[in-house]
């Protein structure tokens, strides 16, 4: 269970990596067609408005049940300064670091359901398309995966209340190891947490190859059309 617990790992990192300059690839490749910041950042309201609602209610739903008050949600992307794209926004009210690292988590834990769920659901149509007629059906199931990975990892503000949580929790378990405290599950159990695992994986190794040939064909499409337009970058030279 450990091993597919570390690729779980690996393969969200590389969404992780992936989703941000997904993100800002979109952008500079409808700017330097339109040379229009707003068009740009309305293609991304509708690209990622599915993601970027669940990843918001997530935050939300998190807060009303820890009762912490919640303000303004937004769900239109910014610009940062650091050119990096910022999908939407909920404002919270003071509250202690562990429930806001819950708050926190909630994205990205109910996204690698969501992926699970949609995985299960769409995934085995993927493998049929030359015998099946549910092309349809296979785009949907690729445009979740992808805009859900895409919009599931929360902000470094976000998830400010691990500095603190994180170091206590994990000397908390340390001392309990230490004192004898262990923790064991029954066979079954543990045979049932590695299979969903194993499906979970699966589904986001199909995910980050999605996600992946994305990222390659805007790269190529934006490079080809900076050279034809006589420009390195007109995306980027906006930040």
């Known amino acids: 269970m450990f091993t597919q617990l570390f690729l779980s790992a690996l393969l969200l990192f590389s969404l992780f990596l992936l989703s941000q300059k997904i993100q800002t690839s979109v952008f500079n490749n409808i700017f330097i067609f339109t040379n229009n910041k707003n068009i740009a950042i309305g293609v991304l309201v509708v690209l990622l408005l599915p993601g970027t609602l669940i990843h918001e209610l997530a935050h939300f739903l998190v807060a009303t049940i820890l009762r912490v008050p919640t303000g303004e949600l937004t769900v239109i992307p910014s610009i940062e300064k650091n050119g990096e794209v910022k999908a939407g926004r909920l404002f919270l009210g003071d509250t202690d670091p562990f429930r806001l690292s819950l708050i926190g988590l909630a994205p990205i834990l109910i996204g690698l359901f969501l992926i699970y769920l949609f995985g299960k659901l769409f ?3 993927f493998f049929q398309l030359q015998t099946t007629n549910h092309q349809l059906i296979i785009i949907l199931g690729i445009y979740l995966l992808f805009v859900v990975s895409l ?6 503000k976000d998830m400010q209340g691990l500095v603190i949580t994180g170091p206590i929790s994990l000397i908390f378990i340390i001392a309990l190891y230490f004192v004898g405290v262990r923790v064991f599950l029954e ?9 969903i695992l194993k499906d979970l994986n699966y589904y986001l190794l199909i995910t980050a190859v999605i996600n992946y040939l994305v990222f390659l064909i805007l790269t190529i499409n934006l490079a ?3 050279r034809f337009l006589g ?9």
């Open 151 to 156: 919009t599931m990892f929360s902000s470094k």
């Open 123 to 125: 995934v085995p149509y």
């Open 231 to 239: 420009t390195k970058n007109r995306g980027s030279s906006i930040y």
């Open 224 to 226: 080809l059309w900076s």
């Open 187 to 195: 066979n079954n159990l543990l045979q049932k947490i590695e299979s």
